[in-house]
């Protein structure tokens, strides 16, 4: 069975300045991983993903994560946050079994608040 | 991009009654829609995974017969929380998931969420 691990429940940062949201999963297959963000009482988005390819992988916003397989994890990451930044980030981890089976496992969260 | 509704947004109802909500799919065809809860402060957990003109296979811990999922469509999935009581307040959350072979198949397109509230 997989599993992820966000460590960082809350995360308070300044305005402009970078953040780190950490995440780390274990799974004995192969994985693909996702960053979703959350606001107050509303589903989740996507804001990147791994599936293949280029170990970096960008949203629009500003937004930056790697798969680092040796060390089984997926940070996020932005050089300067803005407030409306403010929101809960979720990561997780998909693995797809055979016949078509799929399961997503989420991570606790880490709620990053931007102060001005 | 793929886009999942849910239907109603917001629910309220009284102890001992059912509440239907509703996932689609809008432009997209999801074999296998997902159902997930969300308890305050909490992350998401799995309830039930259903695939289309199957059974719902149910994690373990989660009453089948409380919960009840129909995926009558490609494009529609239920979930019919039977005999509602204040525990089960909650956010309901579902995603659903591309036909296999499609491009976007192994990720999963959530719904807004609906916000139960039993009094």
Redesign the interface.
């Known amino acids: 069975a997989q599993s992820v691990t966000q460590l960082d429940s809350q995360v308070p940062v300044f305005e402009e300045a970078p953040v780190e949201l950490r995440c780390n999963y274990s799974s004995s297959v192969s994985v693909?991983l996702?960053w979703?963000v959350q606001y107050p009482?509303?589903?989740?988005?996507?804001l990147l993903?791994y599936?293949s390819g280029s170990t970096l992988v960008k949203s629009i916003n500003g937004f930056e994560a790697e798969f680092n397989k040796s060390q089984t994890s997926f940070h996020l990451r932005k050089p300067s946050v803005h407030i409306s930044d403010t929101a809960e980030y979720?990561c997780a981890v998909?693995v797809?079994y055979s016949g078509?089976?799929?399961?997503?496992t989420?991570?606790?969260?880490t709620k990053l608040q931007v102060i001005p | 991009g793929a886009v999942v509704s849910q239907h109603p947004s917001r629910v309220i109802c009284k102890s001992g009654t059912s509440v239907k909500i509703e996932c689609r799919s809008l432009d997209f065809q999801a074999t296998t829609m997902f159902w997930y809860r969300q308890f305050p402060k909490q992350s998401l957990m799995l309830m039930a995974t259903s695939n289309e003109g199957s059974k719902a296979t149910y994690e373990q811990g989660v009453e089948k017969d409380k919960f009840l999922i129909n995926h009558a469509s490609l494009t529609l999935s239920t979930l019919t929380v039977t005999s509602a009581h204040p525990e089960d307040s909650s956010f309901y959350i579902c995603s659903a998931r591309a036909v296999a072979g499609a491009a976007s198949s192994n990720e999963q397109f959530f719904g807004p969420g609906t916000r139960l509230t039993v009094l």
Do not use: M, P
């Not at chain 1, 009482?41 to 996507?46: D, K, P, S, T, Y």
């Not at chain 1, 078509?100 to 997503?104: I, L």
């Open positions: 693909y996702f979703y009482n509303q589903g989740l988005q996507l993903k599936l979720f998909t797809s078509g089976y799929q399961k997503v989420f991570g606790t969260g």
